[in-house]
């Protein structure tokens, strides 16, 4: 008898669209592996638990992206239920969707991040920041370059946008290689650089077919290359990372090998790139999807 697969897209953050596109794709690929398939578009929660209750899943295919998807809080309410769910739990999720504590336990682990500091926007707009030009400001919690701004002078903060309270990340502006490691299993897969056609690696680019040029494997010096590597899988281990996650990096000859962030429920869209890199290394986007069903789990209650 197959798995009833309940796969959850769209959701309440910016990446919604993004999520709905991931989703369609994992309920094809997962029909055609044979699994019972039951997909639900995220509106609100009451429709989500009824659904849950109606539909008795055995799995729940977590396709949500952003806040509410991969930060803790869907991973909470399944473990709550004792649903199994795909990708990593609660405390990984939740951990690696803060860009400041991922970079609190980077610097625990001797993985190098970008120099700068955390603040509201409010605070920022009446105290400005030490962090010198040119330099990055983005959401602590948010995910696929929503909201990152490149500020290289002071005519570019006119363009920013946040709420006077949210909390934001002033980081050191890294130039050089756009980097990303996809994890699987533990094991690094390999590495891509991408080239986005014009300007930065940012939501457009990802998400527009044509915007940007996906060079894999990496062209990098082989100590780079290895120490990228390392890097994803160190980080991947010490949050608790599970079945996947994507690890960005930037790398020039004088900052040498920074990481940004890492990714614990990456994108399954088919420009999504740890689908890509997976079928680089030999396997298919069904079969990938097939894994992260076989090896759904929750938090077991004692």
Same mark, same amino acid.
């Given at each position: 008898?197959?798995?009833?697969?309940?796969?959850?897209?769209?959701?309440? $953050?910016?990446?919604?669209?993004?999520?709905?596109?991931?989703?369609?794709?994992?309920?094809?690929?997962?029909?055609?592996?044979?699994? !019972?398939?039951?997909?639900?578009?995220?509106?609100?929660?009451?429709?989500?638990?009824?659904?849950?209750?109606?539909?008795?899943?055995?799995?729940?295919?977590?396709?949500?992206?952003?806040?509410?998807?991969?930060?803790? !809080?869907?991973?909470?309410?399944?473990?709550?239920?004792?649903? %199994?769910?795909?990708? $990593?739990?609660?405390?990984?999720?939740?951990?690696?969707?803060?860009?400041?504590?991922?970079?609190?336990?980077?610097?625990?682990?001797?993985?190098?991040? %970008?120099?700068?500091?955390?603040?509201?926007?409010?605070?920022?707009?009446?105290?400005?920041?030490?962090? /010198?030009?040119?330099?990055?400001?983005?959401?602590?919690?948010?995910? $696929? $370059?929503?909201?990152?701004?490149?500020?290289?002078? %002071?005519?570019?903060?006119?363009?920013?946008?946040?709420? /006077?309270?949210?909390?934001?990340?002033?980081?050191?502006?890294?130039?050089?290689?756009?980097?990303?490691?996809?994890?699987?299993?533990?094991?690094?897969?390999?590495?891509?650089?991408?080239?986005?056609?014009?300007?930065?690696?940012?939501?457009?680019?990802?998400?527009?077919?044509?915007?940007?040029?996906?060079?894999? /494997?990496?062209?990098? %010096?082989?100590?780079?290359?290895?120490?990228?590597?390392?890097?994803?899988?160190?980080?991947?281990?010490?949050?608790?990372?599970?079945?996947?996650?994507?690890?960005?990096?930037?790398?020039?000859?004088?900052?040498?090998?920074?990481?940004?962030?890492?990714?614990?429920?990456?994108?399954?869209?088919?420009?999504?790139?740890? /689908? !890509?890199?997976?079928?680089?290394?030999?396997?298919?986007?069904?079969?990938?999807?097939?894994?992260?069903?076989?090896?759904?789990?929750?938090?077991?209650?004692?």
């Amino acid at each position: 008898m197959s798995k009833k697969v309940l796969v959850v897209m769209g959701g309440f $953050s910016a990446e919604r669209d993004v999520s709905i596109t991931s989703g369609q794709g994992i309920v094809a690929a997962l029909a055609q592996k044979g699994y !019972e398939v039951v997909s639900h578009c995220l509106n609100n929660t009451k429709d989500f638990l009824q659904t849950l209750k109606e539909e008795k899943p055995d799995v729940v295919f977590n396709a949500l992206h952003g806040n509410w998807g991969e930060d803790g !809080e869907i991973q909470g309410l399944l473990d709550m239920l004792q649903i %199994p769910y795909t990708h $990593s739990g609660l405390k990984a999720s939740a951990i690696g969707m803060d860009k400041n504590i991922t970079k609190l336990v980077c610097h625990s682990l001797g993985i190098k991040v %970008p120099a700068g500091e955390k603040t509201t926007f409010s605070d920022f707009c009446k105290n400005g920041t030490k962090v /010198p030009f040119p330099y990055v400001i983005k959401p602590v919690s948010d995910g $696929s $370059s929503v909201g990152v701004y490149i500020i290289n002078s %002071p005519e570019d903060l006119k363009q920013i946008k946040f709420a /006077p309270e949210e909390e934001i990340l002033i980081e050191q502006y890294i130039a050089g290689k756009e980097l990303t490691v996809a994890v699987f299993q533990g094991k690094a897969l390999t590495i891509t650089e991408m080239r986005p056609k014009q300007g930065f690696y940012d939501y457009h680019a990802k998400y527009t077919d044509g915007a940007t040029d996906h060079i894999i /494997p990496a062209p990098l %010096p082989q100590e780079v290359f290895d120490q990228a590597l390392k890097y994803a899988e160190i980080l991947h281990k010490e949050l608790g990372c599970k079945t996947v996650s994507r690890s960005d990096m930037r790398y020039n000859e004088k900052d040498g090998l920074v990481l940004l962030e890492i990714n614990t429920a990456p994108g399954m869209t088919p420009l999504s790139l740890v /689908p !890509e890199q997976y079928v680089h290394t030999g396997g298919t986007y069904a079969d990938l999807c097939r894994i992260l069903v076989e090896e759904a789990s929750c938090r077991k209650m004692s």
